[in-house]
């Protein structure tokens, strides 16, 4: 038999389980790295959709997009870092509108979301939550509903 490592003596693989361990963790931190940076870049795109996810749809009197006119409000105050959804949701608890009504105001300049207080995000996130759950379940409802039409009547 061979002079094995001690460390890789129970694998099957005779593997280093030092090294394993080391790979880990360097894993580990390289995600987190990575997820430190995402959390702190953030695309208009990506902040429209999540709008979107949140119920804001239609376009204003120049046929401009509700969500863009939203983060063109949150852009303007330099906070799209934070995130589309801890403005509305903040606006949400403070204002008692829904995000529709939202981002009607910020079109008719009644409102800037980047001016209000912001709330502790431990109030903020439930509302969101709870939203996004609403908007999935209807996402879900109109998929099942495409699928039957689907099987019904073929492509």
């Known amino acids: 038999m061979k002079n094995l490592n001690k460390k890789a003596v129970n694998s099957k693989l005779n593997l280093d389980f030092s090294i394993v361990k080391k790979a880990r963790e360097t894993a580990r931190i390289i995600a987190f790295d990575t997820q430190k940076f995402i959390d702190r870049h953030t695309t208009t795109t990506i902040e429209r959709t999540i709008c979107r996810l949140l119920g804001i749809d239609g376009v204003d009197e120049f046929g401009v997009p509700l969500p863009n006119v939203v983060i063109n409000n949150i852009k303007k105050g330099k906070g799209l870092g934070i995130g589309a959804a801890i403005f509305i949701g903040n606006a949400i608890l ?62």
Do not use: C, W
Request: charged share 40%; hydrophobic share 30%.
């Open 94 to 155: 403070q204002k008692k509108l829904s995000p529709q009504e939202i981002a009607e105001k910020i079109v008719k300049d009644e409102l800037d979301l980047t001016k209000l207080p912001l709330n502790d995000s431990s109030e903020i996130k439930p509302t969101i939550i709870k939203l996004a759950k609403h908007t999935l379940e209807k996402i879900t409802k109109n998929q099942n509903k495409r699928d039957s039409y689907l099987e019904k009547f073929g492509e």
